[in-house]
């Protein structure tokens, strides 16, 4: 595991990233204590957790709304939008 220092992060940060997307961890030190670990993510497992909390979201109806039901936005006949006043000084 790469030490590295918060002031060393810092002023290297484009080089730490490009070890972390390699796949090295890096422990981060603040004044010689460490504070954290930095570690590249599973781009596979975020990817099949997306996908596993949207397929939830949609059993529970929150994204299975049809298209039809914006279809008034594109009916040029409604009206109501033409009757509606604006208050002056708005």
Known sequence: MYRVGARELKQHTGEI???IQRG???LLTF???PIAVI???DQRRIEESVEQEARKAESLGWLALSESAFAFWD???DQV???VEVEPGR
């Open 17 to 19: 990233i490009a070890r």
């Open 24 to 26: 090295e961890r890096v």
């Open 31 to 33: 004044r010689g204590s």
């Open 39 to 41: 570690s590249p993510v």
């Open 75 to 77: 009916n040029e006949e």
């Open 81 to 83: 939008w033409d009757q």
